[in-house]
């Protein structure tokens, strides 16, 4: 079974930055052929892909995320990153990481598919 804990979220003014860490742990597995992806759900509103990364390092990001923010993993750790700069109000939601063997080399990051084990999510606000 894969435990996925998700931290970093926080407080930021708009135009700030702030980095998501995804840290994957049980036994066994190899971290490095999973697909991570990350998800966010704002109050009162649906789940949106955010952006995933593979084993391959390959990504894929959704429209909201293009140009802000991006996407990387350090296998050595277990661990995934979401760097999130020029960060806007719209962006306040919670975070959730997500993983999973989708047997595929490219992602997409509105989808779900395959990704099997969740996080609790960390809770990014934006606001002055």
């Known amino acids: 079974q894969l435990q996925l804990v998700e931290s970093g979220g926080g407080l930021v003014q708009p135009g700030g930055s702030l980095r998501l860490s995804c840290v994957a742990s049980?036994?066994?597995?190899?971290?490095?052929?999973?697909?991570i992806g990350w998800f966010r759900q704002a109050p009162g509103k649906g789940r949106e892909g955010v952006s995933c990364?593979?084993?391959?390092?390959?990504?894929d990001f959704g429209d909201s995320a293009k140009g802000r923010f991006t996407i990387s993993r350090d296998n050595a750790k277990n661990t995934a990153y979401l760097q999130m700069n020029n960060l806007e109000p719209e962006d306040t939601a919670v975070y959730y990481c997500?993983?999973?063997?989708?047997?595929?080399?490219?992602?997409?990051?509105?989808?779900?598919?395959?990704?099997?084990?969740w996080g609790k999510g960390t809770l990014v606000t934006v606001s002055a």
């Open positions: 997500a993983a999973g063997i989708t047997g595929f080399d490219v992602c997409v990051a509105e989808h779900d598919y395959a990704l099997d084990y």
């Open positions: 990364i593979t084993s391959k390092n390959r990504s």
């Open positions: 049980g036994f066994p597995f190899d971290f490095d052929r999973y697909v």
